[in-house]
């Protein structure tokens, strides 16, 4: 269990989570990590992330890679709530709890007893954070790869204009909308502080991956253009996004978003001049000259070691970054503050889902692990 409970903020604080695969789940072991109690119902078939098994898993594990993910410092009951006693088990948990956590279809939790009306009208306090695909009114279910389709994502994540479309290798969408959840409840529970009401807070997808397009949605409302896909450049800084290859066969991108910074890029290539001509002087015109420049850049980036060349940026406070595997990423010491130390349970690491630090309460230090599935 977490060490030095009482000192986090959610101490004392019971989350019901009703909710299923990763978004509402994410919500829940945010609320966890930070020293809430978290009492996650499953059907008793269990999450379907617990079968999501990758091959190189164990096949007959309940506790899934992509089930950990999410589901740190909970505990778990199977209940049935399509039974009498599955739902009054429910609306008794319900009476006591602060947030309760669901992801259901439109319509759902109202045949199953479970909705904001039935477990408000218990506990007037509660704050229920509701997760759609498509808004309440939407029967629609909703899934991430759909929604990265739907909202523009795939296609601006493609190579270029002409290239299959490409989805994000994680559930970006669901992860988008889990932070929305995080926000929503958080703002209702300091609305909560000063009244004492609870309240229903709705996120759907659609609107989590809207909200997100930032600059690009942003290029559309204002000029009319259809962003165009660069694979992972820029619509409006050159060079930043493109992948380059060392000599040394290192993989570096460069995310040059200033003048200078340019200049000392070229200075470090030994190709000052290039950041004294009028087609590369400037961002605007690098844009422009995108094409030019970056085949320049590739040429002369083949001929240096890649190590030696991001360290001399680094010096020169040019930002710029080798690609690495995830492994690598999750090896490298800085890395280490996000891990969550195994159990007996589970004996493998975990992943934090809270990033941020304050001077005012203790990083968790261990929690439970991913709970097993304890059917009745």
């Not at 009054?88 to 939790?109: F, M, Q």
């Not at 290039?274 to 590369?280: I, T």
């Not at 940026?313 to 996000?338: D, I, K, N």
């Amino acid at each position: 269990m977490q060490k030095a409970s009482g000192s986090l903020p959610f101490h004392g604080l019971f989350v019901l989570e009703l909710a299923s695969v990763l978004a509402g789940p994410q919500v829940g072991q945010f609320f966890a990590e930070l020293g809430a109690e978290v009492l996650k119902v499953e059907a008793p078939a269990g999450d379907v992330t617990r079968s999501w098994r990758t091959s190189a898993e164990a096949p007959d594990t309940t506790v899934s890679a992509y089930f950990s993910c999410a589901n740190w410092g909970k505990q778990s009951v199977v209940l049935d709530l399509t039974t009498a006693s599955g739902r009054a088990e429910v609306h008794r948990l319900a009476t006591r709890a602060d947030i309760v956590l669901t992801s259901y279809k439109p319509g759902d939790a109202e045949k199953l007893g479970v909705d904001y009306a039935t477990l408000s009208a218990l506990n007037p306090r509660l704050l229920y954070g509701h997760l759609t695909g498509y808004g309440p009114a939407a029967p629609r279910a909703g899934y991430d790869a759909v929604l990265q389709a739907e909202a523009g994502f795939m296609h601006l994540n493609a190579t270029n204009s002409t290239a299959e479309p490409q989805k994000m290798p994680v559930a970006l969408i669901d992860l988008l909308a889990a932070h929305q959840l995080k926000e929503g409840l958080l703002t209702a529970l300091y609305r909560r502080e000063k009244t004492g009401l609870g309240a229903l807070v709705q996120v759907s997808l659609l609107d989590s991956a809207l909200a997100s397009l930032a600059n690009q949605a942003a290029t559309f409302l204002v000029t009319g253009h259809d962003p165009q896909p660069l694979g992972s450049g820029h619509p409006s800084i050159v060079p930043y996004g493109t992948v380059y290859q060392a000599a040394d066969g290192v993989q570096l991108l460069l995310a040059v978003g200033a003048d200078r910074q340019f200049q000392q890029l070229c200075a470090v290539l030994v190709r000052p001049e290039w950041a004294a001509e009028a087609r590369f002087a400037t961002n605007t015109a690098r844009v422009t000259n995108r094409t030019e420049l970056e085949q320049l850049l590739r040429t002369r980036i083949a001929e240096v070691s890649g190590v030696m060349l991001l360290q001399e940026l680094e010096l020169r406070a040019v930002p710029a970054g080798a690609v690495r595997t995830v492994g690598e990423a999750f090896r490298h010491e800085s890395a280490q503050e996000m891990l969550l130390p195994a159990t007996t349970e589970f004996p493998h690491a975990g992943l934090r889902t809270v990033a941020f630090r304050s001077n005012q309460w203790p990083t968790v230090e261990q929690l439970s692990a991913p709970p097993a599935l304890e059917r009745p």
